[in-house]
Every structure is written in structure tokens, then in C-alpha cells.
């Protein structure tokens, strides 16, 4: 009932020459993907992989937007500029926005709005960190964010997606075991059916953190992971294909 979704957060990497190989290579590989695929470059490269990927089934996200419509607020982009230049989805709250650019749950909330009211899907990122999962808090942590996030959303609630990401997993090398994260995935889901039992049925839920080929299939094949956020890997068109055919 949910299709899979593999992301491609290609973070602050690449040239335009690396950005364009890349892009070309996914979508010339695209007919031995079966799941929903998305990748998301910098600012400054989406009008050109928009191009790029155009008439493909590849789909176009952006990493980060700002809460704003429009107005002098130097150096953010709007979600409808993000929609006018081929976006159709946008990562917001990833870790490495919470803890390196102090954004917090009332921002992420702020920006979420504003992405549903443009027609855009947020890729909503939640996770602990290792200290918390130390602790004991993990779910208390996901759970929080992911009803501060949410809280008072009703336009296009159903079409949000969540990434479950473990900041000690994330760029580290170490994953998540797959009975760990589906453990997670099936206690988001559980948070979701406290808002509605339909929506929680509804909402794909992402693994990502140090996801590779060779962890892929084990990962997705849990009940409750509708895909993933591949970081490092989704630089590589051959990581990140065969990424995706693990998705289905
Ligand atoms: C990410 O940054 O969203 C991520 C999952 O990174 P990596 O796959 O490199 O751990």
C-alpha cells in the first residue's frame, strides 16, 4: 500500500561536472528501479538537474527551504522558488540543520508549513542521538519532535514523509540493526495513529544512517521501513542504484 521511497541527500558535495555524471547515471539506470526515487543537490544545482532529470521518474528534492514566503531574509529560498524550479519534495530537520544551525522544532514546524502550502512534500528527519539512546530517551526524543513538528498540520498532513535517522549512525559507518530501526519506524508509526489511525497507515517512514548495498535489503525488508535516506552512498551511481533495487 505504501510505495518505496529511496532519497539521495547528496549534501554540500559536488561540481557541476560531478553533479551532472551523477544525475545522468541515475536516471539512465531508472528502468531497474522499481521504488519511488529522489535526489536532492544544493540550491545551486537544482534548476540544472531539474533539466536534467526532466521527462525521467526521478523526482527532485531540495535540502533545506526557508520558513519565509518572500522578502528580505538574505540568503534563504522559498518553497514556491524551490517548486517553480522542478522541486516536488524538501528534507527538512535533518541533524545536521538542528545541531549545526541551531534550527529547532518551532523553525522545522514553521518550514513544514510552509513546504504543505506550496504543494510540496516535506521529508520530515527525527532521530536521537547516542547519548539519549544511552539514556533511555530515544523514543521519548523521536516522539517529541516528530509531535512538534506536526503539531496543528492538517493541510496535506497525509503526504509527509519521515526519516528515521540515529544521528550516531548517520556518516559513521555504523547503522542501525534492522530490528533496531523497525523497532523505531513501528513507534513513529504509533505516534502517527495518536493523531489518526489512517494517517499512520499512510505516512512513509525512511531508514537512513550509513545505509549501504550491503546493509540495504535487511533494512528495507523490515514491515515499517518504506525506504531510505542514503547519504554517502547516494553519491555513487552504482551504490545508489543498486540501493534502490533493494527497495524494489
Ligand atoms: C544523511 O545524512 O541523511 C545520511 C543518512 O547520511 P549517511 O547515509 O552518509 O549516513
Avoid at 536521537?128 to 496543528?152: F, M, N, P, S
Wanted: aromatic letters at 4%; hydrophobic letters at 45%.
Amino acid at each position: 500500500m505504501r510505495k518505496s521511497l529511496v532519497a539521495g541527500n547528496w549534501k554540500m558535495n559536488g561540481s557541476l561536472e560531478t553533479v551532472d555524471a551523477l544525475a545522468e547515471g541515475i536516471v539512465q539506470n531508472q528502468a531497474e528501479i522499481g521504488c519511488d526515487v529522489l535526489v536532492c543537490p544544493v540550491s545551486v544545482h537544482l534548476d540544472r538537474v531539474s533539466r536534467l532529470i526532466d521527462g525521467s521518474l526521478v523526482k527532485l528534492g531540495a535540502q533545506n527551504c526557508s520558513d519565509k514566503s518572500s522578502g528580505a531574509y538574505t540568503g534563504e529560498v522559498s518553497a514556491e522558488m524551490l517548486k517553480e524550479v522542478g522541486c516536488s519534495f524538501v528534507i527538512l530537520g535533518h541533524s545536521e540543520r538542528r545541531t549545526l544551525f541551531s534550527e529547532g522544532d518551532e523553525l522545522i514546524r514553521n518550514k513544514l508549513l510552509s513546504v504543505l502550502d506550496a504543494g510540496l512534500i516535506p521529508v520530515l528527519c527525527v532521530g536521537e542521538t547516542l547519548d539519549e539512546r544511552e539514556q533511555g530517551v530515544a523514543e521519548a526524543v523521536v516522539k517529541a519532535q516528530v509531535l512538534a513538528a506536526l503539531k496543528g498540520v492538517t493541510k496535506n498532513l497525509e503526504s509527509v514523509v519521515v526519516a528515521y535517522e540515529p544521528v550516531w549512525a548517520i556518516g559513521t559507518g555504523l547503522t542501525a540493526t534492522p530490528e533496531q530501526a523497525q523497532a523505531m519506524h513501528a513507534f513513529i508509526r504509533s505516534v502517527l495513529a495518536e493523531i489518526s489511525e489512517e494517517l499512520s497507515l499512510k505516512v512513509r517512514i525512511l531508514y537512513g544512517g550509513s545505509v549501504k548495498p550491503e546493509n540495504a535489503r535487511e533494512i528495507f525488508g523490515q514491515p515499517d521501513i518504506d525506504g531510505g535516506l542514503i547519504g554517502g552512498a547516494s553519491l555513487k551511481v552504482k551504490d545508489f542504484i543498486s540501493i534502490c533495487q533493494a527497495a524494489g
